[in-house]
């Protein structure tokens, strides 16, 4: 069974830092870092699933308007690893944060996307 782990998540005041990684296990012979797009999304209570960032095998990244200039979305081929760096956070990025792949080019819509990690949760307090 395809898989992505999340981990990295916890609760940091406003203005801190995290790096959220995602551990990508091989799957048909493929490593899922080799899809087409990684990407990270996240959640908050009552509200839909939002992509932050994007990442395609070229290295092409894309940003949500609200994490540009504060996140990085990366991989480590070798360890079969997403990360997300995230700095100067806010209370407003509270929310579980997924990482998921999928054949074909990225895309913001959470339908487009064929595998999903679990989630890790991140708090932001004031």
């Known amino acids: 069974q395809a898989q992505l782990r999340e981990s990295g998540g916890a609760s940091v005041q406003a203005g801190g830092s995290l790096r959220l990684s995602c551990a990508a296990s091989?799957?048909?012979?493929?490593?899922?870092?080799?899809?087409?797009?990684m990407g990270w999304f996240r959640q908050a209570p009552g509200k839909e699933r939002e992509g932050v960032a994007t990442?395609?095998?070229?290295?092409?990244?894309s940003y949500a308007d609200s994490v540009k200039g504060r996140f990085t979305i990366s991989t480590d081929i070798f360890k079969n690893t997403l990360y997300l760096q995230m700095n100067s956070l806010k209370p407003e990025d509270t929310a579980m944060y997924y990482c998921?792949?999928?054949?074909?080019?990225?895309?913001?819509?959470?339908?487009?996307?064929?595998?999903w990690g679990q989630g890790t949760q991140v708090t932001v307090s004031s």
């Open positions: 091989r799957y048909s012979g493929r490593y899922y870092y080799s899809n087409d797009c």
């Open positions: 990442i395609d095998r070229p290295g092409s990244t």
């Open positions: 998921a792949a999928r054949w074909g080019r990225c895309s913001w819509a959470v339908g487009d996307y064929n595998y």
